[in-house]
């Protein structure tokens, strides 16, 4: 797996709102483009993770 997915419009804005929420400021269009893009990174890899774990579980 070495290409992330696209998610629903609704997991983006989990994580932006999140975001807002935290720093307490909107985001601008670059830091949105950035968290959603590290988003699909992190599920990526969390994906590949726990392929291994049930391979490694055989």
């Known amino acids: 797996m070495n290409n ?3 998610y629903s419009e609704i ?3 989990e994580v932006i709102f999140y975001l807002e ?3 307490g ?3 601008n ?3 949105r483009h950035v ?3 590290g988003y699909k ?3 990526m890899i969390e994906a590949e ?5 049930l391979f490694a579980q055989q």
């Open 4 to 6: 992330p997915f696209n």
């Open 11 to 13: 997991s983006y804005n």
């Open 21 to 23: 929420s935290k720093w």
């Open 25 to 27: 400021r909107r985001l």
């Open 29 to 31: 269009d670059h830091e």
């Open 35 to 37: 968290l959603i893009e």
């Open 41 to 43: 990174f992190g599920r």
């Open 49 to 53: 993770n726990e392929i291994k774990i």
